[in-house]
């Protein structure tokens, strides 16, 4: 069993920056690839970064490229999200995602684990 925790989350004005961070517990092989998605009221639920913890893969979304970086520590089981240059459309819930690969991660049922979810507001 995994278990993800989110914490990092809050209130920003626009050009603000957050990081978020996902710890994570149990099997390393059933969270080898980690992610970070995000939902806004109304919409559904995208996929922003993604790295595989077992190799140097990462991803980042056209959409947020340039402003975010995903990195890991293996170390303390964590998967961070800094975010830089906030706008307001990046306000949502933001959750982290887990999985045993990174095969198609962007499709949210490919996801074995999933945390609760931290909120990112950003305001104009």
């Known amino acids: 069993q995994v278990q993800l925790v989110e914490s990092g989350g809050g209130s920003v004005q626009a050009g603000g920056s957050l990081r978020l961070s996902c710890a994570a517990t149990g099997s390393t092989r059933s969270r080898r690839c980690m992610s970070w998605f995000r939902q806004a009221p109304g919409k559904a639920r995208e996929g922003v970064a993604t790295?595989?913890?077992?190799?140097?893969?990462?991803w980042i979304d056209d959409s947020v490229k340039g402003r975010f970086t995903i990195s890991q520590d293996n170390a303390k089981n964590t998967v961070d999200l800094q975010m830089s240059d906030l706008k307001p459309e990046d306000t949502a819930m933001y959750y982290c995602?887990?999985?045993?690969?990174?095969?198609?991660?962007?499709?949210?049922?490919?996801?074995?684990?999933w945390g609760q979810g931290t909120q990112v507001t950003v305001s104009s």
């Open positions: 790295t595989d913890t077992s190799s140097d893969y990462l």
């Open positions: 995602a887990a999985g045993p690969d990174c095969v198609n991660w962007r499709v949210s049922s490919s996801r074995s684990y």
